[in-house]
């Protein structure tokens, strides 16, 4: 009896693991597909700054003299570092109007049209009008199937030598279908989870680093 006992503590101890591995598989691998889309997409918004075709399109303005050149500068195919970010549900809207000042449909149909990018067109803002036209001039947007794993809203901080960092928001937006939307950043004096921290509760995030050698091995 003893040992049957032990049978079937044991059985439901690797249940257990197989369950947790299982769990940390999927977040790898969510992460995983994050970081390489967000990369991509960031590499694409360079190639956007390096066309001076596109760069004709948009124009020769005073404003944004020499910001596309530093945005075309560094190489963009492996950050210094990277941030995951997951952020709750309603944490966005309750971040840019309140705890209480937009809910029932009003909440749902802001829900599709603010992301996190937000947060960089404000941190843009900062450092001129010039900054901001500059970098929302090379955005760049794409939509996935919803990968496996995905919870919430999802923010990356992809951090670059250089004068410029990238900030990329997946969020849902269809049934089955994530959007990113990628965002050059202007690199300042302050730490982005710092800013964040300012504007959203705590519990509110969380987040995950990846050291310059982790993302290596990841992007092979």
């Not at 691998?29 to 997409?41: Q, R, S, V």
């Not at 210094?80 to 966005?92: K, M, P, T």
């Not at 960092?165 to 990113?180: E, N, R, Y």
């Not at 939307?181 to 519990?203: M, P, R, S």
Request: aromatic letters at 10%.
């Amino acid at each position: 009896m003893k040992r049957d006992i032990r049978l079937i503590l044991l059985g439901m101890c690797a249940l257990l693991l197989l369950s947790s591995c299982s769990l940390f598989g999927n977040k790898t691998d969510l992460h995983h597909f994050l970081l390489k889309k967000a990369i991509d997409l960031t590499c694409e918004m360079d190639g956007l700054a390096e066309s001076e075709e596109y760069l004709a399109l948009l124009g020769n303005s005073p404003l944004t003299s020499g910001i596309f050149e530093d945005m075309a500068a560094p190489d963009y195919d492996l950050p210094d570092s990277a941030c995951v970010i997951s952020i709750a549900e309603g944490a966005l809207l309750k971040a840019m109007f309140g705890p209480d000042s937009v809910s029932g449909p009003l909440a749902e149909k802001l829900k599709s049209r603010i992301n996190g990018t937000v947060f960089a067109n404000m941190i843009n803002a900062s450092y001129g009008a010039g900054v901001l036209a500059a970098t929302s001039g090379v955005t760049w947007a794409q939509s996935y199937l919803q990968p496996q794993g995905w919870e919430d809203d999802v923010l990356l901080f992809l951090e670059y030598p250089g004068r410029f960092s990238s900030m990329v928001s997946f969020s849902k937006s269809g049934d089955g279908v994530v959007t990113a939307l990628a965002t050059f950043v202007k690199n300042g004096d302050q730490d982005l989870l710092e800013i964040l921290g300012d504007w959203f509760d705590t519990g509110d995030l969380e987040y995950e680093t990846y050291a310059k050698e982790d993302l290596e091995t990841i992007l092979r």
